[in-house]
């Protein structure tokens, strides 16, 4: 039983993470950036600033999609691959967005990144809500 935890935890070490991570992913919490929030690089050159909303792991793909939406039913969403998180950009309207049981109420430029691998949901509170979706699976 040792020599197996030893060989455990030599993998993990040669690897530079925990072997629970190796097994047992950590899974994404709920991460919520509201307009005029996070940190900001303003151009020296131009009326421009960039906020960083979220950086994109290693060895990830991300997909990106436009969203069109009426305030009508729901858009329930069947959980995804796991390890799969999703980003939602809030352009104009209001919306709920994020896990089925707890989503959070967005304005515009209001940003929420949330497990993807469990159920979710998108509810345009507003006519004409449009967001940004980014996919991210890992």
């Known amino acids: 039983m040792r020599h197996a935890a030893r060989e455990r935890d030599q993998l993990g070490g040669a690897l530079g993470v925990p072997f629970s991570r190796l097994v047992d992913p950590p899974r994404a919490g709920v991460r919520v950036v509201r307009a005029g929030e996070g940190p900001a690089t303003r151009s020296e050159q131009a009326d421009y600033t960039a906020t ?3 950086s994109c792991p290693p060895n990830a793909r991300r997909d990106v999609y436009r969203v069109t939406a009426e305030p009508e039913e729901p858009h329930l969403s069947d959980p995804h691959l796991p390890g799969t998180t ?3 950009l ?3 309207g209001r919306a709920l967005a994020g896990p089925a049981d707890d989503p959070v109420e967005l304005a515009p430029g209001d940003y929420v990144a949330y497990p993807g691998d469990a159920p979710h949901v998108f509810r345009a509170l507003a006519p004409g809500t449009t967001a940004t979706f980014i ?4």
């Not at 996919?135 to 890992?138: D, L, V």
Request: charged share 15%.
């Open 86 to 88: 999703e980003h939602v």
């Open 135 to 138: 996919m991210e699976h890992t």
């Open 52 to 54: 960083l909303l979220a």
């Open 90 to 92: 809030l352009g104009t």
